[in-house]
């Protein structure tokens, strides 16, 4: 277990009184851990709470090989300790885990996007042993037939069992995956429930799969789609439904130009109450800059309704919106852009008001060329939240540490936002 906790709070409107940088001065941001490459390095798909305080995640740098690592920090009483869960190894195992899991026992679960023995990537577990610790294995090695390979994003715990996930490559049409492990035993079984044609149908997804409280899953492919609107397709929204003995695939919404939305990438989120579909495209809109897009899928009769709620304008509002939509209990949706701001991301909201929203830009990471260590570039992470309403995510690079396998931006961060 390595103790090291670096955090501090940061009023950042008062830290630079001669730039309004956020849109409010009550805004403050924390770093509840800073990493320095032995213990992780690059957490770009947020954290996972356990529900008693404690947050679980990946790395795809550090760690003994520097191939990446799952961690574990808990509260302690001048902040957070960090543990780093396993530490991984390459063709041994995988290597650069994009993303976990945690099932209601409390074991891990994940993908490892390349490496492994067929050189494809794995899913692994990190199983919750009773007496502390925890046991990893492989559960099932992509390769090295490349039928499919590349796993992205965090596992899907299915609603009657099994894992879901989703490949950027591989299938018939080399366009991507759709799979599923189902336990048997203590062993489980792999199947492929549906797999992209390519072109029109879809293809190369970059953003995992998400859920929705009867089972079906959704996802998206970052080209495909409308071949006249961008250059191989502007991307699409896909539903998985599983049926009497088999999974039928629908495309939800195809991204017709650049206008509406392009190349969507982050992980969709589905409200429970309503079924609107929340998501986010790297570029596109009709911001400035075609910096991205907010969107919402509102079902309709049998189909659904595509909806720009916000266009990045690409400057103090953020720029390439990466990360996960987060919906608090009051409406008001919240999220990150991995560039804008000053230079270094942003965390957002975007407030409901009269059938429309507004933006409002909660923080800007400084990086570490304003010598502050607050994090800098959140690229895919979500955002979890606490009772209180403040949020919790991750940035890829700042902090205060810069010896890793990230360049000399640093090491990546752990954070806390109270709006």
């Not at 010896?403 to 990546?412: E, F, I, L, P, S």
């Amino acid at each position: 277990m390595r103790v090291y906790v670096f955090a501090f709070s940061l009023g950042i409107c008062a830290i630079l009184a001669s730039s309004r940088v956020c849109a409010s001065a009550a805004t403050q941001e924390s770093v509840l851990y800073s990493f320095g490459g032995l213990d992780g390095a690059g957490p770009l798909s947020g954290i996972v709470p356990d529900g008693a305080g404690d947050f679980f995640g990946a790395t795809v740098f550090g760690g003994t090989r520097a191939i990446g690592t799952i961690f574990e920090i808990s509260p302690n009483p001048t902040g957070y300790s960090e543990s780093v869960l396993y530490s991984f190894r390459g063709r041994e195992d995988s290597e650069k885990p994009t993303g976990i899991v945690r099932d209601a026992e409390g074991n891990l679960f994940g993908f490892g996007a390349i490496g492994g023995a067929g050189a494809g990537g794995t899913v692994f577990e990190l199983g919750a042993r009773r007496i502390g610790g925890y046991r990893f294995r492989v559960l099932y090695d992509f390769g090295p037939d490349f039928v499919a390979f590349g796993p992205v994003g965090a596992p899907v715990l299915g609603k009657f069992g099994g894992l879901f996930g989703v490949t950027q490559g591989g299938g018939t049409g080399h366009a991507g995956i759709v799979f599923k492990l189902t336990p048997v035993g203590l062993t489980y079984t792999y199947s492929t429930i549906y797999e992209f044609p390519g072109g029109a149908g879809g293809e190369l997804p970059q953003a995992g799969l998400t859920s929705d409280p009867h089972g079906s899953i959704f996802g998206t492919t970052y080209y495909g789609g409308n071949l006249s609107g961008c250059s191989g397709g502007c991307g699409e929204v896909f539903e998985i439904t599983p049926t009497m003995n088999a999974y039928r695939e629908r495309v939800l919404y195809r991204f017709q130009s650049f206008s509406d939305g392009a190349q969507p990438i982050g992980v969709l989120t589905v409200d429970p109450v309503t079924g609107d579909i929340y998501g986010t495209t790297e570029y596109g809109g009709t911001g400035q800059r075609g910096c991205g897009t907010v969107f919402r899928l509102a079902p309709q009769g049998g189909g659904y309704v595509h909806t720009v709620l916000y266009s990045f304008n690409g400057g103090r509002d953020g720029c390439l919106p990466e990360g996960q939509i987060h919906i608090a209990l009051n409406g008001d949706l919240f999220g990150t852009a991995y560039d804008g701001g000053l230079g270094f991301g942003v965390v957002y909201e975007l407030l409901p008001s009269g059938g429309t929203y507004t933006h409002r830009t909660l923080y800007e990471f400084l990086g570490p060329s304003h010598g502050i260590h607050d994090g800098a570039l959140p690229e895919w992470t979500n955002l979890t939240a606490d009772l209180s309403g403040a949020l919790y995510g991750t940035t890829r690079s700042g902090g205060a540490h810069v010896q890793c396998n990230d360049g000399n931006r640093g090491c990546g961060t752990i954070f806390k936002i109270i709006p």
